[in-house]
């Protein structure tokens, strides 16, 4: 007996939900308004339908122009490349407003008129000294063995 009152409970709510589904569907009858939505430096433009009755809406994006893309201006300099330092230079979309940045590399220090000190920031110049890649790791070795060396000497 439980077991037929489940199921027939179960039927009932499924026939409850199909009948809301249907009603609903047919509440509205549909009176869509049309709007052009002009395409961006990113994204393609497309007409949007709205119903005015219940909101439903739609996109169309046949026979709408594609995006635009960035229309930037000339580089110009924000962060001055230096010694040492990386520099940066920006454009801007005239459109949108969107930024590009890129890189400066470092200048690195010159010294041509060989005075020991940097012709650009005034710096002394390091002597240059050169060191196989793993020298400081056979230092340590060498101080180790040398500390064991006169502990057990």
Known sequence: MKK????????LMLLSVCAVSVSAADECQHSYTGTYVAPTCVDDGYFLYVCSNCGDNYKVTENAPAALGHNFGEWYVIDNAECIYEGHEKRDCARCG???????????HIDDNSNGKCDRCN????????FAPFDWLMALFQAIIQFFKDIFA
């Open 4 to 11: 037929c009152l489940s199921v027939f409970l179960s039927i």
């Open 98 to 108: 969107a930024s590009d940045i890129k890189t400066i590399p470092v200048l690195g």
């Open 123 to 130: 710096e002394p110049m390091k002597s240059e000294t050169t």
